[in-house]
């Protein structure tokens, strides 16, 4: 299993973002897929998630309205485009898949596997 973030830099407020999460050898069955953020000195953070089989999403509330996880079957890759960024969005985002969807969807340890995170800075 593998995944792969891309999409991340630099940009200053009120910029636009797109990220994308490459997948392969994952099962798409009962697949979700989630965004999660580090920032220096604090723990990791759901941003939302998305339901492989009917593309449902789920959104932590600091984000709601400006990102939004989307997937792309055919290319088994998985996106969140961020807008109106804020330099609070500032962290290492992770893209992460877990198995039979669960309401705990916003927790790390339901998700097995994860990328390497890509750094997304949002300067004032």
């Known amino acids: 299993v593998q995944l792969e973030e891309s999409g991340g830099g630099m940009v200053q407020a009120g910029d636009s973002l797109k990220l994308s999460c490459a997948t392969s050898?994952?099962?798409?069955?009962?697949?979700?897929i989630g965004w999660f953020r580090q920032a220096p000195g604090k723990e990791r953070e759901f941003v939302a998630a998305?339901?492989?089989?009917?593309?449902?999403?789920y959104y932590a509330d600091s984000v709601k309205g400006r990102f939004t996880i989307s997937k792309d079957s055919a290319k088994k890759t998985a996106h969140l485009q961020m807008n109106s960024l804020k330099p609070e969005d500032t962290a290492v985002y992770y893209c992460?898949?877990?198995?039979?969807?669960?309401?705990?969807?916003?927790?790390?340890?339901?998700?097995?596997?994860w990328g390497q995170g890509t750094q997304v800075t949002v300067s004032s």
């Open positions: 992460a898949a877990g198995q039979w969807w669960t309401p705990n969807y916003y927790r790390t340890e339901w998700y097995g596997d």
């Open positions: 050898g994952l099962s798409f069955t009962d697949l979700y």
């Open positions: 998305i339901t492989w089989s009917d593309g449902s999403t």
